[in-house]
């Protein structure tokens, strides 16, 4: 464990956590919101820092990541946790439970990342469950791989504050978003984010000169409305139309059973995506 970040103490024994906008107030003992962050007698603790529950060598298009360093590989992590609660969640496994882990230090991260070199690989991902969870690990993580010249890849859902992410992103090299939906009632009620926050944070990274993909899963009843898609376009081709959006095919995942998305609505999706953007791919198809 080490001390969180981004954390105000309210007593002698209650912590407000303020590494994302839903600022848990964690009574001792108690977890914030994304299980990982914990409150031990009056200090907050990154609990999941290094410790990692799913570590592989990835194709960066995986990312995805189709317009940055193609052909390459990349060293990607992940730990535990999510400050989202998407009843689609397809890493519901490591984002909502926390699994079996085994710790690694930033040393070992850089020397393996530097080792698998001659395989291609090109830096460190952060992803497979939210990392901006492990934030201190991911930190820590970005500077040293940084220097060793090395690259940084985010993969996140961008709900974050902004003083942690403007700490971050001089180290970021690249980043996808996961944008879920242009509903800001579903991205509230259902999904447990904030639309507007997660839409600035995108404008922010953009404007930081990282290199920025965005991802958007097409969940029937959440993010299939024409309407709202369109919507969605516009605000990307607003920053820039170079800006790669992937559009991924829903299949039944955690508790939520609808489905798997009609071909039919992402061909239709791509459609209205192709007007405004220049690089728009279909996953999961």
Request: proline share 5%; aromatic share 10%; glycine share 6%.
């Amino acid at each position: 464990m080490k001390e969180a970040s981004y954390y105000i103490k309210k007593d002698e024994l209650t912590v407000l956590c303020t590494l994302c906008p839903k600022v848990c107030n964690i009574a001792p003992f108690e977890y914030g919101f994304c299980m990982s962050r914990k409150n031990i007698s009056g200090t907050l603790f990154a609990e999941n820092y290094g410790q990692i529950s799913s570590l592989a060598l990835d194709p960066i298009e995986k990312k995805p990541l189709f317009r940055f360093m193609p052909g390459s590989t990349i060293l990607s992590l992940g730990l535990y946790g999510c400050n989202m609660n998407c009843p689609f969640c397809q890493n519901h496994r490591i984002s909502r439970i926390k699994p079996d882990v085994e710790y690694k230090s930033v040393e070992e991260i850089v020397r393996l990342a530097i080792d698998l070199k001659k395989h291609g690989n090109i830096g460190v991902a952060y992803t497979y469950n939210e990392p901006l969870t492990g934030y201190e690990y991911v930190l820590d993580c970005c500077k040293a791989v940084k220097a060793s010249g090395l690259k940084n890849v985010l993969v996140s859902n961008g709900f974050i504050s902004l003083k942690p992410l403007d700490e971050l992103l001089p180290f970021v090299d690249a980043a996808n978003i996961d944008l879920k939906c242009y509903n800001k009632e579903k991205y509230k009620e259902v999904l447990g984010g904030e639309l507007e926050v997660v839409k600035n944070n995108i404008a922010i990274i953009h404007k930081a000169k990282v290199h920025l993909e965005i991802t958007m899963l097409i969940v029937p009843g959440i993010s299939d409305d024409p309407g709202e898609f369109e919507e969605v376009v516009n605000f990307i081709a607003g920053l820039s139309r170079d800006i790669p959006l992937h559009l991924t095919r829903y299949f039944p995942a955690r508790n939520y059973r609808k489905s798997p998305t009609d071909l039919n609505v992402i061909y239709q999706l791509k459609h209205i995506a192709d007007k405004h953007l220049k690089s728009v791919y279909l996953g999961n198809v």
